[in-house]
């Protein structure tokens, strides 16, 4: 690896523990989290976020936001949001040199960099599409003209694991959208403690930032030249494949518990957010380890168990658990 590179890592590494620092200033614990949401950020991946009320997921969010420099939008998903209350809308204006009336876009808060969609499941599938659609092109099209969304892109979208009542819950090619699926847990007893000792006085944070939006354009660039050896890249295939009931990589054992497995673009994010795992410490090409890490967060929403896997009370994350300790034998 030449000179330029090693610099590259470095410097992506300590720009790393330098937002976690300053993140750190407004959350307390939530460590792997934040790490994951690093991870996703400079991996180009968007983020499917699941955790009770009360966690501080927009917190974190917005922190990240804050710490990168990044336009940040928050949008609260309802049953009466439209598609245009995402994406923009058209209003009938003047036009201030032929003084003719035209219609002129409005654009939405879809127009940033980071948004946190709260609560995604609360809204129609019409209105969800709108999102996702963004998700994927990268664009916004209203009447006949098509708008392209400044990178970075991320969006954050959460949902509530407790209150399913009223809700849209989204279909499975529309999850295969997000990176990551992560699922926010309550803190300890010590960081309880230092969260209820922090937020019940008067207390000011200033979380300064550390990076720029084309800075992380270029190092997003920059991760995906990272080389990746091959026993990483047959571990991570195989890894996805066996998740699929109908392949000759499942083991036995599984293909009666799994009615769906991951799709390709799962093997892709496992290396990718491998990569960028691995740049973030400094080092110059990730490990089986890499994958195993991320393993969870890329396929828990991507694997759909079967019913006797429920009435067994396993969950995909018990599935990857034991494919994780075939495959590594």
């Not at 699929?244 to 799962?266: F, L, M, N, T």
């Not at 969870?296 to 896997?309: K, Q, T």
């Amino acid at each position: 690896m030449n000179t330029s590179n090693v610099d590259a890592l470095q410097k992506l590494h300590d720009i790393k523990n330098t937002i976690i620092a300053e993140i750190r200033k407004e959350i307390v614990g939530q460590d792997l989290v934040i790490e994951q949401f690093l991870t996703a950020l400079f991996a180009a991946g968007h983020c499917l976020i699941e955790g009770v009320p009360g966690l501080a997921k927009t917190m974190l969010v917005s922190s990240l936001a804050k710490a990168t420099a990044m336009k940040f939008s928050r949008i609260q998903f309802t049953p009466d949001l439209m598609p245009s209350d995402i994406t923009g809308t058209e209003i009938l204006g003047v036009d201030e040199k032929s003084n003719k009336r035209q219609f002129q876009f409005i654009k939405g808060p879809v127009f940033s960099n980071i948004i946190l969609a709260d609560e995604i499941n609360r809204t129609p599938p019409k209105t969800q599409s709108s999102l996702l659609q963004a998700m994927q092109e990268y664009q916004v099209t209203a009447g006949n003209e098509t708008f392209d969304l400044e990178k970075p892109f991320l969006v954050m979208a959460t949902q509530n694991p407790i209150e399913q009542e009223g809700t849209y819950p989204l279909p499975e090619a529309q999850l295969d959208r997000f990176m990551f699926n992560i699922i926010i847990d309550y803190p300890s007893y010590d960081e309880e403690v230092m969260i209820v000792k922090q937020t019940t006085v008067n207390r000011t944070t200033d979380i300064k930032p550390v990076i720029n939006a084309q800075q992380i354009v270029e190092f997003q660039n920059f991760v995906r030249k990272i080389p990746v050896s091959d026993h990483v890249m047959d571990f991570a295939v195989k890894l996805v494949r066996a998740t699929r009931p109908k392949s000759d990589d499942c083991p036995q054992e599984i293909k009666d518990k799994v009615s769906w497995g991951a799709g390709p673009r799962a093997s892709q994010y496992l290396i990718v957010a491998a990569k960028t795992r691995a740049a973030l410490d400094g080092r110059p090409s990730p490990s089986i380890d890499d994958v195993k890490a991320i393993a969870h967060i890329v396929l828990r929403h991507r694997i759909l168990v079967s019913f006797a896997a429920e009435a067994e009370g396993l969950t995909a994350d018990n599935i990857i658990t034991i494919l994780l300790q075939k495959i590594n034998k």
